[in-house]
C-alpha cells in the first residue's frame, strides 16, 4: 500500500450528489476531497434532468446565470400523443409557476453541469477533486469504525485517504456500500431500458417529454438541444433477444411504436449505438455504518419512470450538508466527531421522500408499464384522460411531484452566495 493521507470527509464518486456535497461542505469551511474514477465527466445517457429545485438551488449558491449560458432545452410538459398531430397534457410544469422560480426541466449534458459545480468548488480552499482515482476498499480503525478508503490511480498507484467521514455517492453500483455491508432491499421492476439518439430537425419544436405505449413496448422521446433522446423499454431479461435481432429489427420497432420518428431512425447505424439500462428500485435499510454514509442511489436505485433519480440525490446531498457540516467542523477544532446518530439524521429526513417516490414509481410499474408491456395497453390509461381532459388543473399534481416532490430542500445560509455572471 502507499502513502496514506488525510481529509475530513471524502466523497466517493463524483456524479450529482457528490459535486453537490463536495460543494456545500467546502463552503462552510470543511476540508473535503471527491475522487472520481474517471478522467472526466463525458459520458453518454446519464441522467441529464436538471428539475425546478434543482435550478432553484442553483439560484441559491449563485450560479443560476452560469447555468443559464450553458446549452439546453426545456421542457414544459409530459404529454401523450393521441393521433392526427393532437397530444394529451397529463403534467404540465407552467402550472408551477409563483411555486417555483423555474417552471420547467432543462434538458443539460450531465457533464456541463458537473463541470460547473466543480469549478465552483474549485474556487473554495477547502476542497479537492481527485479524477482518475478508484476506491477499491474501506479503511478501519481498531474499533472497525470506517476511517476513510483505499483507493487505485489510473495509472496503478495505491494510496490510502483517512477521513472523520466517507460519503458514497458512487451510484447503484456502489463499492462502497457493498464493502460496508449494507443490506438492500429490492423491488421488482418490469422492464428495462434502452437508449439512444436520433436527430432533431431544423425548426422542430418539441417542448414536451412524450411516453408512447404500444402493445410490449414503450418509449420515451426527451427533446435535447439538437437531438432526441429516447428511452425504449421492454420486458425486463430481453437485452440478448434484441440485440440477436439486430439493428434493422430494432429500427422497425421504434418506427411502429413512432411512426413520426420513421424517417430518422436510419441514424442508428448499429446495436452499438443502442445503450442499455439494467432497471433496478431497491433501497438501503440502513444508509450509514459507523463513518459512512450512502445518499442518492447508493442509498436508493430509483426507476426511470418521472427520472427523479438525479433530483433525489441532489436534495440527500443538501440535506447531508446542511445536517453533518456543523460536527464536521467540530470534529476537526477538538469537538465530538459525526456520530451514528448524526448520519441517521440524514436517513430520517430524506426517507419519506424516498418511500413515496418509490411507491409512487411501484404504482405506475403496475398501473401503466407492466400492462402495456403485456399487450393489455395502448395509450395512456382512460382515466388519465379523462382527469387531464375535464380538469386541466390536475396537470399541475404530476408536475409538482417530478419537478418539486415531497420536502425540497434548500441551500444552508453558509453555502449561499450572490450571482455569478456568466463568462
Known sequence: MGTVERTT???????PAGMVLGLLLARAGVEVTVLEKHADFLRDFRGDTVHPTTLDLLDELGLGERFDALPQSRMEEVAFPVGDGESL???????LAGRVAHPYVAMVPQWDLLDLLADAAEAEPTFTLRRSTEVTDLRRDAAGRVSGVAYRTADGATGELAADLTVACDGRGSEARARAGLQVVDFPCPMDAWWFRLPRHAGEDRPALTPRIGPGRMAVVIPREGYLQVASMSAKGRDAEIRARGIEAFRADVADLAPDLADRVDALESMDDVKFLDVRLDRLRRWHVEGLLCIGDAA???SPIGGVGINLAVQDAVAAATLLAEPLLGGRRGGHRVTGADLDRVRRRRLLPTIAVQTLQRLMHRAIVTPALEGRMAGPPRI??????TFPSVTAVPAYLIGVGLRPERAPDF???APVTAA
Open 9 to 15: 470527509c471524502c466523497v466517493v464518486g463524483g456524479g
Open 89 to 95: 397534457v397529463v403534467g404540465d410544469f407552467r402550472r
Open 300 to 302: 436508493h436505485a430509483m
Open 384 to 389: 388519465v384522460r379523462r382527469l387531464a381532459a
Open 415 to 417: 453555502a449561499r452566495r
